[in-house]
């Protein structure tokens, strides 16, 4: 039985590099009006939780794809494995087939051998007993 192959790559990572200028620019969330600041912090938030949802998707959707190609060839090798050992016993099936026939067929003749060695036992008998008695 095979089923959806395990072990999972998949693990979920929330550690972002920052880029250059992120890290030499300052906050200008500061400096804005507290509303301004405000919308623009939840619109940085909606954008970046839209963009880990959609990479954590990605790596998900990577890692399913991966254990489905693991479990096709772990399928391939099971129906290929059971496939040769169908053949195999087909195989030995016929051969023993063949043995019992030609086991057969060697019984068969065997009693028509057997009877034209007792008649050719009882010629060479009767010859013998003809030509001067000899056993």
């Given at each position: 039985?095979?089923?959806?192959?395990?072990?999972?790559?998949?693990?979920?990572?929330?550690?972002?590099?920052?880029?250059?200028?992120?890290?030499?620019?300052?906050?200008?969330?500061?400096?804005?009006?507290?509303?301004?600041?405000?919308?623009?912090?939840?619109?940085?938030?909606?954008?970046?939780?839209?963009?880990?949802?959609?990479k954590h998707r990605g790596r998900l959707r990577y890692d399913l794809s991966q254990?489905?190609?693991?479990?096709?060839?772990?399928?391939?090798?099971?129906?290929?494995?059971?496939?040769?050992?169908?053949?195999?016993?087909?195989?030995?099936?016929?051969?023993?087939?063949?043995?019992?026939?030609?086991?057969?067929?060697?019984?068969?003749?065997?009693?028509?051998?057997?009877?034209?060695?007792?008649?050719?036992?009882?010629?060479?008998?009767?010859?013998?007993?003809?030509?001067?008695?000899?056993?």
């Open positions: 039985e095979v089923g959806l192959a395990g072990g999972s790559g998949f693990s979920y990572s929330f550690f972002e590099v920052p880029t250059i200028v992120e890290s030499i620019l300052p906050d200008v969330r500061r400096f804005l009006p507290t509303e301004t600041a405000r919308r623009r912090a939840l619109r940085e938030m909606d954008d970046r939780i839209r963009e880990t949802v959609d254990r489905l190609e693991r479990s096709r060839l772990e399928l391939e090798r099971a129906l290929d494995a059971r496939l040769r050992d169908a053949v195999d016993a087909i195989r030995r099936g016929l051969e023993r087939s063949e043995r019992e026939r030609a086991d057969a067929d060697a019984r068969a003749v065997d009693p028509g051998l057997r009877a034209a060695r007792e008649r050719l036992d009882d010629l060479i008998r009767r010859l013998r007993e003809l030509a001067g008695g000899e056993p």
